[in-house]
């Protein structure tokens, strides 16, 4: 099983930017899906952006033209660049690598945007 690290997060004020990191343990980096979700305070835990084994990407409309996940196999890492943020992005933000017989999550990074 895949332990992962998420950082990055912070106060930010609206319009700010932010980029947050996830680490994975291991050697199979490469062949993993990797996902941000975020669960905003007295919400459920939503789908922000994907990107697949193979470089492909998906957004959430929340998010899109605003966030851009992008990885780093040679150092077993997810980014997520956050810009033009709003309050409404306040959540915790989680990492998800996903394959055949992997789910695994991290604990989480604390977003606030917020003057």
């Known amino acids: 099983q895949v332990q992962l690290v998420e950082s990055g997060g912070d106060l930010v004020q609206p319009g700010g930017s932010l980029r947050l990191s996830c680490v994975a343990s291991g050697t199979s980096f490469s062949i993993y899906h990797m996902a941000w979700y975020r669960q905003p305070p007295g919400k459920q835990r939503e789908f922000v952006a994907l990107?697949?084994?193979?470089?492909?990407?998906e957004y959430a409309d929340s998010v899109k033209g605003r966030f851009t996940i992008s990885r780093d196999n040679a150092n077993n890492t997810v980014y997520l660049q956050m810009n033009g943020l709003k309050p409404e992005d306040t959540a915790v933000y989680f990492c998800?690598?996903?394959?055949?017989?992997?789910?695994?999550w991290g604990q989480g990074t604390q977003v606030t945007v917020s003057s």
């Open positions: 990107m697949n084994s193979g470089g492909g990407t």
């Open positions: 998800n690598a996903f394959m055949l017989g992997l789910n695994a």
